[in-house]
């Protein structure tokens, strides 16, 4: 049953957790160990939720904490492909080389932040309130707000430039 | 490009559904964690498991009296390292147990973790540093006692000189040594989390 439950949570936010990945890891292998990794936690993590925040709090923090404690180091672990998953590329197929070159643009520009900045603008994007990144990262909301405005004017002047 | 248009493209930016099975999540969960602290877990376990094979032997070797030079001294003395490397060990896996709390908010579980890495680290410097030179008395008891045979002297002079003096250059070696190769095991690490909260709190101190 928690099994169970347990994949009903990572289908809800697969999405995010990929995108930490995307942001976090720079080569597919890396990507493959943080993915693995993040579902290592979540599931060590999860008879331990006990509701008092939402449930997409609760993944954010530690796909977060995995992701910036992360340890660089040895071989990858097994293939993700040999349980059957793939990543995926960050768009269909089907959708225009212009969406392509923008999502690129987005990914890149994010890239030239500094990891609190990662997390703070993946927040931003993902709609969540300042309170919300407030429960998640631990800093103050007025503090997030300035740093919020720095980092909107830096992916400005990236996404002009480039 | 307008914010709200960098909203949309992130939302488009993973389509894919999860192809997790059953299956599938269970052989990610048989996996062993690479993370720092599930490192220095089983580090810990293979440090007790060399112990108790050690001893183990000790015991063995002395329950058959192999070597008949054996003394209670050296007996009392390896009782001791016992006790330290016990004391060491379960004071190792508490800090261990409380480093990190991953689902708590970034910031404390990233401070905790420094904190509790700063002194894992601290630990195993004086361990180590103390324990070569533990370990050098020992030897140097043991082997002068075997060679004096049965009855116990005191060494002459110029035997503890020598004896200190290369006690001394041990010890400085182990010392650079350990500093030098803690650096290279956990330097990197404390570093990041440093950077990070340093970023953190440079964006609280605006």
């Known amino acids: 049953m928690a099994e169970k439950d347990f994949l009903d949570v990572l289908r809800q936010h697969e999405r995010m957790i990929h995108k930490i990945c995307h942001v976090y890891a720079s080569d597919t292998s890396t990507k493959q160990d943080l993915f693995?990794?993040?579902?290592?936690?979540?599931?060590?993590?999860?008879?331990?939720?006990?509701?008092?925040?939402?449930?997409?709090?609760?993944?954010?923090?530690?796909?977060?904490?995995?992701?910036?404690?992360?340890?660089?180091?040895?071989?990858?672990?097994?293939?993700?492909?040999?349980?059957?998953?793939?990543?995926?590329?960050?768009?269909?197929?089907?959708?225009?080389?212009?969406?392509?070159?923008?999502?690129?643009?987005?990914?890149?520009?994010?890239s030239n932040l500094n990891e609190v900045e990662k997390a703070i603008v993946m927040l931003y994007l993902d709609d969540k309130s300042y309170e919300e990144m407030e429960e998640i990262l631990g800093i103050s909301k007025g503090t997030l707000r300035v740093k919020m405005n720095r980092i909107k004017e830096k992916l400005r002047q990236f996404t002009k430039t480039s | 490009m307008e914010l709200e248009k960098l909203k949309e493209l992130w939302d488009d930016s993973t389509n894919s559904s999860l192809p997790i099975d059953k299956e599938g999540l269970s052989k990610i969960l048989n996996q062993s964690s690479r993370r720092p602290i599930a490192l220095i877990k089983r580090n810990l376990k293979l440090e007790v498991l060399f112990v108790i094979l050690l001893y183990?032997?000790?015991?063995?070797?002395?329950?058959?009296?192999?070597?008949?030079?054996i003394l209670y001294v050296d007996i009392i003395l390896l009782v001791l390292?016992?006790?330290?490397?016990?004391?060491?060990?379960?004071?190792?896996?508490?800090?261990?147990?409380?480093?990190?709390?991953?689902?708590?908010?970034?910031?404390?579980?990233?401070?905790?973790?420094?904190?509790?890495l700063e002194k894992l680290v601290k630990l195993y410097f004086k361990v180590g540093n103390i324990g070569i030179v533990f370990v050098y008395l020992i030897a140097g008891t043991i082997?002068?006692?075997?060679?004096?045979?049965?009855?116990?002297?005191?060494?002459?002079?110029?035997?503890?000189v020598i004896?200190?003096?290369i006690g001394a250059i041990l010890f400085i070696i182990s010392y650079y040594f350990s500093r030098w190769y803690l650096f290279?095991?956990?330097?990197?690490?404390?570093?990041?989390?440093?950077?990070?909260?340093?970023e953190m709190?440079?964006?609280?101190?605006?």
Not at chain 2, 143 to 160: K, M, N, Q, R, W
Not at chain 2, 184 to 198: C, T
Not at chain 2, 201 to 206: F, K
Request: proline share 1%; charged share 20%; hydrophobic share 40%.
């Open chain 2, 184 to 198: 290279q095991l956990y330097g990197k690490h404390i570093q990041k989390l440093k950077n990070i909260l340093y």
């Open chain 2, 143 to 160: 082997s002068y006692i075997e060679a004096e045979g049965d009855t116990v002297h005191f060494p002459h002079v110029l035997e503890l």
């Open chain 2, 56 to 69: 183990g032997f000790l015991i063995w070797l002395i329950l058959n009296q192999v070597d008949s030079n």
């Open chain 1, 36 to 110: 693995q990794e993040i579902i290592l936690q979540l599931w060590k993590s999860f008879n331990g939720f006990r509701n008092e925040s939402k449930i997409s709090t609760w993944v954010y923090r530690i796909a977060l904490n995995t992701a910036l404690t992360q340890y660089r180091r040895g071989k990858s672990k097994v293939p993700l492909s040999f349980i059957g998953f793939e990543f995926k590329d960050m768009i269909d197929k089907n959708d225009s080389s212009d969406q392509q070159e923008n999502i690129d643009l987005l990914y890149n520009a994010i």
């Open chain 2, 201 to 206: 709190d440079e964006s609280d101190s605006i």
């Open chain 2, 163 to 165: 004896f200190i003096a």
């Open chain 2, 81 to 116: 390292a016992g006790i330290l490397f016990c004391v060491y060990a379960f004071y190792k896996n508490k800090l261990l147990n409380k480093m990190e709390c991953v689902g708590c908010e970034v910031k404390s579980n990233l401070s905790l973790q420094l904190k509790s």
